[in-house]
């Protein structure tokens, strides 16, 4: 991304996208094989959907999803100010903190996710990545001047994220009886896009308040809790 945006700006970073979105529906088509389409149970309506929201174990992951998934909006709208003006990375550098955040969070999950099958052993790696999720965003909090800090905060923030995300719809799943799995699900995905809402608000509000690097602690502090 940061070659399309150097080669051809704004313009040649969404035509990137666009090829790489056609290169994904091509192998969509082409490499996944067929499954068998399971018989469908019989839907309760907006019963399922109460339903769902009265089990506490999944009320617990909807909430998961509205939290995590606020604190990468929040992330991402201080964590640009933070490359620039706290690491003094201009845009065409600032490869050099993401790349390795998302090679370490790749890496991880591969080695990760063939351990996760157990529902106890998905609990224990949920548990664990949203402590590094709160210690990420605590070294992004006091990286201002240090780029090791930076990249430090940056990697342990996409590994927790990254394992997070595969692994709470895993736990909705598995959790969610047959019949209102499909319920539970669009509850958990309400619950993301509500969170992506309130991040992004919240995380404007407060970096008018305290700054960057009090986002970043208020952010960690919060994950903390959770």
Same mark, same amino acid.
């Given at each position: 991304?940061?070659?399309?945006?150097?080669?051809?700006?704004?313009?040649?970073?969404?035509?990137?996208?666009?090829?790489?979105?056609?290169?994904?529906? &091509?192998?969509?088509?082409?490499?996944?094989?067929?499954?068998?389409?399971?018989?469908? $149970?019989?839907?309760?309506?907006?019963?399922?959907?109460?339903?769902?929201?009265?089990?506490?174990?999944?009320?617990?992951?909807?909430?998961?999803?509205?939290?995590?998934?606020?604190?990468?909006?929040?992330?991402?709208?201080?964590?640009?100010?933070?490359? !620039?003006?706290?690491? $003094?990375?201009?845009?065409?550098?600032?490869?050099?903190?993401?790349?390795? &955040?998302? /090679? *370490?969070?790749?890496?991880?999950?591969?080695?990760?996710?063939?351990? %996760?099958? =157990?529902?106890?052993?998905?609990?224990? *790696?949920?548990?664990?990545? *949203? /402590?590094?999720?709160?210690?990420?965003?605590?070294?992004?909090?006091?990286?201002?001047?240090?780029?090791?800090? =930076?990249?430090?905060? !940056?990697?342990?923030? #996409?590994?927790?994220?990254? %394992?997070?995300?595969?692994?709470?719809?895993?736990?909705?799943?598995?959790? *969610?009886?047959?019949?209102?799995?499909?319920? !539970?699900?669009?509850?958990?995905?309400?619950?993301?896009?509500? =969170?992506?809402?309130?991040?992004?608000?919240?995380?404007?509000?407060?970096? =008018?308040?305290?700054?960057?690097?009090?986002? #970043?602690?208020?952010?960690?502090?919060?994950?903390?809790?959770?």
């Amino acid at each position: 991304s940061t070659l399309a945006a150097h080669l051809g700006g704004l313009q040649g970073l969404f035509g990137l996208t666009f090829v790489l979105v056609l290169v994904a529906i &091509a192998a969509l088509w082409l490499l996944v094989p067929h499954a068998p389409v399971p018989r469908a $149970h019989g839907s309760e309506g907006l019963g399922a959907i109460v339903h769902t929201l009265r089990d506490t174990r999944l009320l617990v992951l909807d909430v998961s999803a509205f939290v995590l998934h606020g604190l990468l909006t929040l992330f991402f709208v201080v964590m640009p100010l933070q490359l !620039a003006h706290g690491l $003094h990375l201009v845009v065409g550098a600032q490869w050099r903190v993401y790349v390795p &955040a998302l /090679l *370490a969070a790749g890496l991880v999950m591969g080695v990760a996710l063939p351990r %996760m099958r =157990g529902l106890r052993a998905s609990i224990r *790696a949920l548990q664990f990545s *949203a /402590l590094l999720l709160a210690l990420g965003l605590a070294a992004l909090a006091f990286a201002r001047g240090s780029l090791g800090m =930076g990249i430090l905060g !940056a990697v342990l923030f #996409f590994v927790a994220f990254s %394992m997070l995300e595969a692994s709470l719809p895993s736990l909705v799943s598995r959790l *969610a009886q047959p019949a209102r799995r499909g319920a !539970a699900l669009g509850a958990y995905s309400a619950a993301q896009f509500f =969170g992506v809402i309130v991040g992004g608000a919240c995380g404007g509000v407060l970096l =008018g308040m305290i700054g960057v690097a009090g986002v #970043f602690a208020t952010a960690a502090i919060v994950a903390l809790l959770w």
